[in-house]
């Protein structure tokens, strides 16, 4: 009883800060409720005893994906968004579409009979069960994402560096043939 | 106890509404913020069945998934810096030449 | 244990140690202005009470009574909104951190009440099988504070303090998380409490197995640098720094606002120092040198204490005897230096670990 009070709640919630964000015309209101949607679900994962999952959906996302998205918002000084004509096509053919699908989607699921309950903390998701699956049967993908980290951290660094950065990474030494000679001829600019 | 089919609607109405902010938004950081949630729309779909069929792999998979999106996260940013840098819009309507 | 027992004495509890914590954090303004004091070679505060122990309480009473002055241009939710959530999330993680051991308390009866038998239990609100994760989510949601509070200040002062301070908060978080898995790796669990009661006991004969000798130095001073950096004090302070961005992320804040801001930088600071003493310090261990029952429950609270004490003593002492880094120097040595030594130790330590196995 109290653990269906709670799903409610929290799924109450996720769902009020998913339709917040569709709403929202401030691309940092719809950040904000990013935020809540992810804290909500990390709430709904501790009821399905997933709680090394609920700690790092905090931890990573809530915690370092949201504080990206929101530092980019800040630095780039997003405005309220327009209302163009597409968005206007968009919205009248996309929502009955959507809603239409997302209904018979959730009276399929609801109508099955042969899915059971699922009670509260039904699969113990402790770190150390988890970590041991992690290290042995899921070895190669784990160390394939670490790959995978090097390779986007060297990709943001190059993209959203600045083009003269990079060709004249060393401040005082000439970067061009150009820049070679203005500074022989003595006009060249540090 | 909480009936399975109630999870998998919560995660279906999540998708939802991301597919949804990706069609109408038209700003270049909110389309991406819907992303973010069709990703954890699934990753509570995920976690639902782990509890299921008492299989681990579900939650293991889950970490996988906020993996690649935060990797994606970081490389999707830096793009849409360098864009701005060189459009100075974030509207999607208006990034429609490939040279400018 | 019945529900509604459970539930008074979590109550009890969280109310107890909140009001602590809160006194401990007005006090430690007045331990700053003290220890700054003297080692300036003057007096600090010595009017209001003796030796100015009362200063805390007019700095209250003169923030409750200063003008809130409220900006035309300013986004007003979040910036309302903002200092809430820096001091709801410096205040939050002392739930997981254990003071001292299992308490016994007697049978409790007054009088002619009925009796309501003994109880007992653990000096610490609750034990989460996950409590260091959970410490470290809420420290990296405490970068919203700072954020949202640059941000809704619609000033570039502010802005630009906000934006610097939380790219400096993720980035020292990442060595702070790398420095305890050290501490992990040695004691086998994420609990709070496991990890402090494998540090029990001496080696040596006077060594006590405190994780700061027992292996983990190098990780002592990591997480002590990251902690630093990541409660934005001296020598990391450059997004506060009042010769460089006026105030930073608050300086479009006045009065209580303000004070809220004041005292959740106060409380990280009291929660990163609980959290140094539990995984490097041993915690509540220290020499039991009474026999009285009463006193040999309390005695483990007052190392705890004493410890922690010295932790914040060590944070004054640091922030009037170095100069602060630049901006540039402070990514650089987070990424370049920090990072690598946490990573180092940490393969380190697993193999001396597997070695022993």
């Known amino acids: 009883m109290l653990t269906l009070a709670l799903f409610l709640f929290f799924g109450a919630v996720c769902v009020a800060g998913a339709v917040n964000l569709l709403v929202q015309s401030h691309p940092i209101n719809s950040a904000l409720s990013l935020i809540v949607v992810m804290a909500s679900l990390a709430a709904e994962y501790l009821l399905l005893g997933a ?29 309220k968004e327009e209302r163009t004509k597409g968005s206007r096509v ?92 203005l500074v022989a001829v003595g006009k060249g600019r540090s | 106890m909480i009936p399975l089919s109630y999870y998998l609607v919560l995660s279906g109405i999540l998708f939802a509404c991301g597919v949804l902010g990706f069609l109408i938004k038209r700003n270049i950081i909110t389309i991406f913020m819907s992303i973010e949630l069709m990703l954890n729309g699934v990753n509570l779909s995920f976690v639902a069945f782990a509890a299921h069929w008492h299989a681990l792999s579900g939650q293991v998979f889950v970490f996988f998934v906020m993996v690649v999106a935060a990797a994606e996260a970081a490389v999707g940013l830096a793009i849409i810096i360098a864009v701005y840098r060189t459009r100075e819009t974030l509207n999607v309507d208006q990034v429609n030449l490939l040279k400018l | 244990m019945s529900i509604t027992t459970f539930i008074i004495i979590s109550i009890i509890k969280s109310a107890a140690v909140i009001g602590i914590l809160l006194t401990a954090v007005a006090y430690s303004v007045w331990l700053e202005r003290k220890v700054s004091a003297h080692i300036q070679n003057r007096w600090g505060p010595t009017r209001v009470g003796p030796f100015g122990l009362l200063q805390p309480l007019a700095d209250g009473v003169k923030f409750i009574f200063k003008e809130d002055l409220t900006q035309p241009h300013v986004y007003k939710p979040l910036y309302i909104a903002a200092p809430i959530i820096a001091v709801v999330f410096a205040i939050t993680s002392i739930s997981v951190i254990p ?259």
């Open chain 1, 90 to 181: 968009a919205t009248l053919l996309g929502v009955p579409g959507v809603v239409i699908g997302g209904v018979l989607v959730a009276w399929t699921l609801i109508h099955r009979s042969d899915m059971g309950n699922v009670a509260i903390g039904a699969l113990p998701g402790d770190p150390k069960a988890i970590a041991r699956l992690l290290f042995h049967e899921f070895l190669l993908p784990f160390e394939v994402t670490s790959v995978l980290i090097l390779i986007a951290i060297m990709g943001a660094v190059v993209l959203a560096s600045r083009p003269e950065a990079i060709a004249r990474p060393h401040p005082g030494v000439p970067a061009t043939q150009e820049e070679r000679k």
């Open chain 3, 99 to 357: 003071f001292g051991n299992w308490v016994n308390v007697g049978r409790i009866q007054v009088g002619s009440s009925p009796d309501f038998g003994s109880w007992g239990t653990y000096l610490q609100i609750t034990d989460v099988n996950i409590g260091l994760l959970i410490v470290l989510g809420i420290t990296s949601m405490g970068v919203y504070g700072v954020a949202l509070a640059g941000w809704s200040s619609n000033s570039k002062y502010a802005l630009l303090g906000g934006l610097r301070a939380s790219a400096q908060m993720i980035s020292y978080e990442v060595s702070l998380g790398l420095s305890l898995v050290g501490v992990l790796i040695m004691a086998g669990s994420l609990s709070l409490r496991d990890i402090v009661n494998a540090q029990g006991g001496v080696f040596w004969h006077f060594i006590p197995r405190w994780n700061i000798f027992h292996g983990q130095t190098l990780a002592f001073f990591i997480y002590l640098i990251s902690a630093y950096a990541e409660t934005n004090r001296t020598p990391f302070d450059l997004p506060e720094a009042e010769s460089e961005l006026v105030a930073g992320y608050h300086t479009e804040y006045s009065a209580m606002k303000f004070a809220m801001f004041f005292m959740a930088e106060y409380a990280n600071m009291v929660t990163v120092a609980c959290i140094a003493t539990l995984l490097f310090l041993g915690g509540w261990h220290g020499p039991l040198i009474f026999t009285s029952p009463i006193l040999q429950a309390i005695m483990p609270v007052v190392w705890f204490c004493l410890k922690v004490f010295f932790f914040m003593f060590l944070y004054v002492w640091v922030r009037w005897t170095l100069p602060r880094f630049r901006y540039d120097q402070l990514m650089a040595f987070g990424w370049k230096v920090l990072l690598p030594l946490a990573l180092a130790n940490i393969v380190y330590t697993a193999l001396v670990v597997a070695w022993r196995a």
């Open chain 1, 51 to 79: 709680e090394f999952v609920a700690a790092v959906q905090v931890i990573v996302y809530a915690g370092a994906i949201m504080v990206l998205f929101l530092i980019t918002i800040m630095l780039l000084n997003a405005g």
